[in-house]
DNA sequence: CGTTGGTTTGAAAGGACTCAAGAGGGGTGG
DNA sequence: CCACCCCTCTTGAGTCCTTTCAAACCAACG
């Protein structure tokens, strides 16, 4: 499994203009007024990576944290062992690397699921302007709980029962309703199965199983579609199939 | 599965007395001082409760936080279609309940899996002394964290591989080593296999051949003992069995 | 075209589950 | 104090699901 690492000059946007962000109601800097926009001075990066590039690494000093704003990133979590998990799949508007609010190491390492689209903040940033502004804590407070709750729901879901009801209530959880048809991603089976805590070839087994069953349809590598999701759902909360 | 609530009037041990309290420096108000404490003025119970018992529900209005100061707690989180899974283990020291803090319902259910010794905090006292006291802040976004990182490692360790490794790498998590041997706590069957998603037969059966190993010894029903932490950490990483 | 990385599919082996019976411990009432 | 009950834990045998090892397939790319 070879592995990028983001180069940079290569991703390099320009600098931030925050209080325009599309997806600044949902990101960190959500209850920041004009003040404490003013604050604001080391550069905050905005960046673009492609698919399958890592983005920092378990132990490495966080000295950056990041809100995603297109795309999936994967935090994987590597075991004394050797063997590694995803323990969280960020999603956009998301916030992640925060470990470095706490001065600490990255407790897992990032890295890109799909072509992505992030901000990079420095960390020196949220230290200089939470002494200041008691809404930017209230948001970072309310951020880690969101990171907490989803880290937890996602962790109960998605590894509790039969692969193909796991993969049902992982599939419910990324789909987009685009008008009529609903479509979920897909990553690489390899990573789906990180993420389930089964093998790859038994992800391949449970999508065929769920298509012949009519759950899903048109499985291609990277997403699939979900003819009725009232029938996903009904069989991710009872596995009751035909 | 039946299950006693709370009755305060029993368990109600009198105010704390957090200024003088023995894991004050592990807990919420590590960072407090004087000052601080003078404005405190909700009652902060200290309460003492049996094995087996409930102190919140998910779903429930999240009124208090609460610092566990002895015993072990187990948060269940219940999916849709009625399963759970323990989705994280509380230790003495540890900060629970915390979506409190965000205005929020619990996300999880909590109760005790042994009798246990904790303090709950008023939501109210963090609300009004987070207005004035940036040290507060500091320190309960440090304890997200702390919950966070704990949450992801857990899942991690405690569910990638065998159950003998699972198991192994459970019992040196709260293996405690008192002089020369060392011994870990062990819970309801039934409680460990929600925690590493295995019915409890299963769990029984993952002792039984751990002790015909010789990685653990003297089982009963709520503790080991453990020879050698050496062979079991050994065994835990690598499951390389005789 | 041939190579390469990723996905699918097959068959056999292994681990966990289910159903079921039995053993151990603690508490209660006779 | 003993008999009995209930709850929990252990153990057994057969079934089901997931893994393992292999081989074939597919699409992208040089």
């Known amino acids: 499994m070879t ?19 599309t997806i600044r109601s949902s990101a960190l800097f959500a209850e920041l007024n004009e003040e404490d926009f003013s604050k604001i001075h080391s550069p905050i990066d905005d960046l673009r990576i492609e698919a ?24 994987l979590h590597l075991n004394s062992d050797g063997s590694e998990r995803i323990v ?14 706490l001065g600490e190491a990255y407790s897992h390492a990032a890295s890109t699921l799909s072509n992505v689209h992030l901000c990079r903040i420095p960390k020196a940033i949220i230290a200089s302007l939470g ?13 880690w709980g969101e990171a907490l709750v989803q880290s937890e729901s ?14 049902a209530r992982f599939l ?6 685009s008008g009529d048809i609903a479509v979920a991603p897909l990553f690489k089976r390899e990573d789906m199965g990180l993420m389930m805590d089964v ?25 699939i ?13 009872a596995g009751l199939n035909a």
Chains 1, 2 share one sequence.
């Open 3 to 21: 592995m990028k690492t983001i180069e940079i000059k290569n991703a390099w946007q320009g600098n931030s203009d925050c209080n325009a962000c």
């Open 52 to 75: 399958n590039t890592g983005i920092y690494s378990q132990g490495e000093s966080a000295e950056y944290l990041f809100t995603l704003r297109e795309g999936f990133i994967k935090l």
């Open 88 to 101: 969280r799949l960020v999603m956009p508007g998301d916030l992640f690397g925060m470990e470095a609010l």
């Open 131 to 143: 002494e200041e502004s008691p809404r930017l804590h209230r948001q970072i407070v309310k951020k």
């Open 154 to 167: 996602w962790f109960s879901e998605i590894n509790t029962g039969r692969i193909e009801v796991r993969l």
């Open 172 to 177: 419910l959880r990324v789909a987009k309703s």
């Open 199 to 223: 093998k790859f070839e038994t992800i391949s087994r449970a999508l065929a199983s769920m298509a012949e069953q009519g759950l899903i349809s048109n499985i291609s590598r990277l997403s």
């Open 225 to 237: 579609q979900i003819p009725s999701m009232e029938n996903l759902k009904k069989f991710s909360q």
